[in-house]
């Protein structure tokens, strides 16, 4: 099992900037993939970015050039940086981490965008 703790959503105008953290309870080394999940109201649940242990990241198309996923190794944190924010990027997001077996999920941190 792996406690992730979010923080840093709030509220901001389009086109400013965001960063998000999530903070693990044991070595991010030590767990499979970590990713930063979204959910808006009346919407499915979306997988935004992710990172594996080896450091290979992934985005999803619509945050492509204006968010970007890292880490810090020594902190067992996951950052999610979110530029030029639109009111779309309007959610609930989740961190999540994957590990040999399981699946573990923070508890969200709200990032509204207005326009």
């Known amino acids: 099992q792996v406690q992730l703790v979010e923080s840093g959503g709030g509220l901001v105008q389009a086109g400013a900037s965001l960063r998000l953290s999530c903070a693990a309870s044991?070595?991010?080394?030590?767990?499979?993939?970590m990713h930063w999940y979204r959910q808006a109201p009346g919407k499915q649940r979306e997988l935004v970015a992710g990172?594996?242990?080896?450091?290979?990241?992934n985005y999803a198309d619509s945050v492509k050039g204006r968010f970007t996923i890292s880490r810090d190794s020594a902190k067992n944190t996951v950052y999610l940086q979110m530029g030029s924010l639109k009111p779309e990027d309007t959610a609930v997001y989740y961190c999540r981490a994957v590990t040999s077996d399981s699946v573990n999920w923070g508890q969200g941190t709200q990032v509204t965008v207005s326009s």
């Open positions: 044991r070595s991010i080394f030590s767990i499979y993939a």
């Open positions: 990172i594996t242990s080896g450091g290979s990241t």
